[in-house]
C-alpha cells in the first residue's frame, strides 16, 4: 500500500497548473539532523518534498519549471557511492531518481551551484517557502545575486518571490482515494495498539509500559514509526495536555489518557482514549467520561460538505458547557459562559486539526475572514476534552485530577463524514468489556 508513481506526478501537474508562466518552483529536502555526537536521528523527509516526489533520500532539491521545453522536473541529489552503500544502504543517484522517481533531469547536488542560477536566469518568478531553513534562504539569495552581479552581461535576474506555502499546501489539504487508504490503514493499526494498551493496563505498572505496547503494535502492523510522541498520563498527568514524560505508576482507580498514533508510508494517524487503570470507571469519571462521548458526536455530526470548519468545534463547547453547568462544575446561563469562555477552564483546546502527512496537516482554516467550508477530501481529528485541575478548589474535591479527551479521524465524504478510527474501543461499555476479557 503507497502512492503510485503516476499520482506524485499528477501532483506536480497539478501545482505547475497554478504556477504564473515562465516562473520556478523550489523545494529543497529534509536534512539529517543530529541526534548525539556520530548518532543521527532517524531521518524522515520533509512532507512538501515527499508529496511532490516520493524520494526519501537527504541532501536534495527538487525544481519545477512549467514548460520548460528540456523538461520541467529536475532534482539534485547526492551521487552513488559504492564505501556509503556499504555502510548505510543504497541510494538512487541522479540516474535512479529519474528512473524511479520519474524526474526529467537530474543532477549531482554538488552541481547545483554550477547549474541551479542558470535555471532561475531569466525566470520572472520564483515560488520558495521563504523562512523555513535559514542556510538554505542564503543559498537561494546567493544564487539569485550570482545572476544579478551578470546584468551587465544580459543576465535577467528573477522579479518576484511568491510564498510557495498557500499553493501547495491547498492541494496537499483535499485527500485523494490512495491516500484516504493509508490514513485508513493508519487508524486501524493505531485503534488495534489502542485496544492491546487497555488488554495489558492493570495497576503498578507504569507509563511506559503502555508506550511499549503501542509501538510493538505499531511496528507488526507495517508502521515502524510513531506519528508523534506517545502521550500516556496518568492520574493528574492527564490534565498536562502535551504530557510526555510517561514514567509515572498507574494506580488503583485513576484513569490514563493515550495519545498515540503510527505513520505509514508517511501518513498519520492521531488517536487518543481515556479508559480506567483498574478496568472500570467510578461514578465521576463515568459521568465526565459520557459527556466528552456526547461532545465528540455532536462535533462529529456537524462533519458535512458546506458546514464551515468551526461548526464542530462550537457544538463541542455547547455540549460540554451545558454537562458542565448541569454537574455544578460550572455556574450560570450556557449562553453567556459560552460567550465569555467560561468552559476554556476545563476546555481549553480546539475541537481538532487537519490529519496528513504531518500531524497537524496543512491548509488554511479561514478563508479571507470566514471559516473554510468543509468538503469531500479533508481529514480531520474531532478530540474534544474535559480537564478537572488538580488544584482547582473551585469544584468538589471528587472532579479535581480528572482528565478526559477521546480523539477520532474523521474524512469528509460526499454526503457527511466516515471515522477512520472507529475500531478503537470507545464507549464506556466497550472499553469494560475488552479490560475485562
Known amino acids: 500500500m503507497s502512492i503510485s508513481k503516476t499520482e506524485f506526478a499528477r501532483r506536480r501537474k497539478n501545482l505547475m497548473s497554478?504556477?504564473?508562466?515562465?516562473?520556478?518552483?523550489?523545494?529543497?529536502?529534509?536534512?539529517?539532523?543530529?541526534?548525539?555526537?556520530?548518532?543521527?536521528?532517524?531521518?524522515?523527509?520533509?512532507?512538501?518534498?515527499?508529496?511532490?516526489?516520493?524520494?526519501?533520500?537527504?541532501?536534495?532539491?527538487?525544481?519545477?519549471?512549467?514548460?520548460?521545453?528540456?523538461?520541467?522536473?529536475?532534482?539534485?541529489?547526492?551521487?552513488?557511492?559504492?564505501n556509503f552503500e556499504l555502510w548505510h544502504g543504497h541510494r538512487a543517484g541522479p540516474e535512479g531518481v529519474c528512473q524511479k522517481f520519474g524526474a526529467d533531469d537530474a543532477f549531482p547536488i554538488g552541481d547545483i551551484d554550477d547549474i541551479l542560477p542558470g535555471l532561475i536566469e531569466g525566470r520572472?518568478?520564483?515560488?520558495?517557502?521563504?523562512?523555513?531553513?535559514?542556510?538554505?534562504?542564503?543559498?537561494?539569495?546567493?544564487?539569485?545575486?550570482?545572476?544579478?552581479?551578470?546584468?551587465?552581461?544580459?543576465?535577467?535576474p528573477p522579479g518576484e518571490f511568491t510564498d510557495l506555502d498557500h499553493m501547495l499546501h491547498d492541494l496537499r489539504l483535499f485527500k485523494s482515494v490512495a491516500e484516504q487508504?493509508?490514513?485508513?490503514?493508519?487508524?486501524?493499526?493505531?485503534?488495534?495498539?489502542?485496544?492491546?494498551?487497555?488488554?495489558?493496563?492493570?495497576?503498578?505498572?507504569?507509563?511506559?509500559?503502555?508506550?511499549?505496547?503501542?509501538?510493538?503494535?505499531?511496528?507488526?502492523?507495517?508502521a515502524r514509526h510513531a506519528a508523534y510522541p506517545a502521550i500516556v498520563g496518568a492520574g493528574e498527568n492527564a490534565c498536562t495536555l502535551h504530557y510526555v514524560t510517561n514514567n509515572s505508576k498507574l494506580r488503583e482507580g485513576d484513569l490514563v489518557l493515550v495519545d498515540a498514533g503510527c505513520e505509514l508510508e508517511y501518513y498519520a494517524a492521531d488517536v487518543t482514549r481515556t479508559f480506567p487503570v483498574s478496568g472500570r470507571f467510578s461514578r465521576e469519571q463515568r459521568i465526565l467520561y459520557e459527556l466528552v462521548l456526547k461532545a465528540q458526536q455532536a462535533a462529529i455530526a456537524e462533519i458535512v460538505p458546506g458546514n464551515h470548519w468551526n461548526q464542530p468545534h462550537d457544538a463541542s463547547v455547547r455540549v460540554i458547557t451545558e454537562g458542565l453547568v448541569e454537574l455544578g462544575l460550572l455556574r450560570g446561563k450556557v449562553h453567556n459562559l459560552i460567550k465569555r469562555g467560561a468552559y476554556r477552564s476545563f476546555y481549553m483546546h480546539r475541537v481538532g486539526h487537519w490529519l496528513g502527512l504531518d500531524v497537524h496537516d496543512v491548509g488554511d482554516y479561514r478563508v479571507?475572514?470566514?471559516?473554510?467550508?468543509?468538503?469531500?477530501?479533508?481529514?480531520?481529528?474531532?478530540?474534544?476534552?474535559?480537564?478537572?485541575?488538580?488544584?482547582?478548589?473551585r469544584v468538589a474535591r471528587k472532579w479535581r485530577g480528572i482528565g478526559i479527551r477521546i480523539e477520532d479521524d474523521v474524512v469528509v465524504t460526499r454526503d457527511g463524514c466516515d471515522v477512520l478510527t472507529d475500531k478503537a474501543p470507545r464507549t464506556v461499555e466497550e472499553i469494560e468489556a475488552v479490560m475485562a476479557a
Open 181 to 222: 487508504r493509508l490514513l485508513r490503514r493508519a487508524g486501524e493499526i493505531t485503534a488495534q495498539a489502542h485496544r492491546r494498551a487497555m488488554e495489558a493496563c492493570r495497576p503498578g505498572l507504569y507509563e511506559y509500559h503502555l508506550e511499549a505496547e503501542l509501538q510493538h503494535e505499531f511496528a507488526q502492523g507495517g
Open 368 to 393: 479571507g475572514d470566514e471559516w473554510r467550508l468543509l468538503e469531500p477530501g479533508m481529514v480531520m481529528t474531532v478530540e474534544p476534552g474535559i480537564y478537572v485541575a488538580p488544584d482547582n478548589t
Open 124 to 156: 520572472e518568478r520564483v515560488y520558495y517557502s521563504m523562512g523555513r531553513s535559514a542556510g538554505f534562504d542564503e543559498k537561494i539569495m546567493a544564487w539569485v545575486n550570482s545572476i544579478r552581479s551578470k546584468e551587465h552581461a544580459g543576465a535577467v
Open 18 to 82: 497554478l504556477m504564473e508562466a515562465n516562473s520556478i518552483a523550489i523545494i529543497p529536502a529534509a536534512r539529517e539532523q543530529v541526534r548525539s555526537r556520530d548518532t543521527e536521528y532517524p531521518f524522515r523527509q520533509d512532507s512538501d518534498f515527499y508529496y511532490l516526489s516520493g524520494f526519501k533520500e537527504p541532501d536534495a532539491v527538487l525544481v519545477l519549471l512549467p514548460g520548460r521545453r528540456h523538461g520541467q522536473f529536475v532534482v539534485f541529489c547526492r551521487e552513488r557511492d559504492a
